[in-house]
């Protein structure tokens, strides 16, 4: 059984084709490929995006969205093996994935990290419980990846630049905020952009943000098997010079995950890191994006979020249509 977990599961010819409905859905958004199905939505954490481009993409294709959010309006799941469940947790995952498999036709999970262990956090295990015990196909709605963002990124970026993005400066470069965030929207970012065999610099304050292991070597084989480079910079300006692309993102460093007050004075010297016009004016007539919600002054300046060259917005859009996509590619092959 197909599942949408992570873009590296699937091939580029299938991303590709992907892609390619996702646009074909962005000239015609109604459709009847969810006629009589359904997707359970089960929300760890809060959504504005995913939450409205799901319903209503269900909605569109013919399908009905169910959202549930465990703990509030659903019982607290446990998703430890051999648990004495003597806490707060209700009923298992064993139980709950296979109870909504029996109702739906897809569950679509969103559950971020605990931020207290990263060793602990990096096995993914409440999307991991889910994909293990459900009988029906399970997507990624982001947990330490988010890789319908990765589609809609993409799309946008083609849709500037045209299907082929090989050869194009990609510079993801990290921002400052007030707490430290998940990587996730950055581990797709390097992970898509190497997948479509851009040029790309990860840019970050100190050799403590480089982003884990992992997805670093998604990078380097994505490279090796598609073009492209991968390198790692902390200097601001020669990073930014001549790129076609600029993303932004915060994340927080991994040596001090579960020690974040220690963290916290580090990340508060690189306030400057923040893209602005004077940075943007040093590429190659490039685009901006984020993954949205953004704080204004603080990731970006709001002459660059107000700028012809930011391209959030479609990006945000593209949600809606990459992530019909995948429910109707999912449903068809299962």
Known sequence: MKHFLNTQD?????LDALLAQAAAFKRSKIGDQLRGKSIALVFFNPSLRTRTSFELGAFQLGGHAVVLAPGKDAWPIEFELGTVMDGDTEEHISEVA?????????????????????SVDRQDKVLKGFAKHATVPVINLETITHPCQELAHIMALQQRFGTDLRGKKYVLTWTYHPKALNTAVANSALTIATR???????????????????????????????????????????????????YAKSWGALPYFGNWDQEKPIRDQFKHFIVDEAKMALTNNGVF?????????IKAT?????????IA??????????????????????
């Open 10 to 14: 699937w091939t580029r010819p299938e």
């Open 98 to 118: 296979k109870v909504l498999s029996r109702y739906v036709d897809l569950i679509a999970v969103r559950a971020f990290p605990k931020f207290q262990d990263w």
């Open 196 to 246: 479509f065999g851009m040029d790309v610099t990860l840019l970050c304050p100190t050799p403590d943000y480089v982003l884990d292991s992992r997805y670093m070597d998604f990078g380097a084989a994505n490279v090796a098997e598609n073009g492209g480079s991968l390198t790692v910079s902390h200097d601001i300006a020669s990073a930014y010079s001549g790129a076609d692309v600029v």
């Open 289 to 297: 994006s984020h993954c949205l919600p953004l704080r204004r002054n």
């Open 302 to 310: 709001d002459a660059v979020m107000d700028s012809p060259a930011c």
């Open 313 to 334: 917005i479609d990006e945000a859009e593209n949600r809606l249509h990459v992530q019909k996509a995948i429910m109707a590619a999912l449903v068809a092959a299962n």
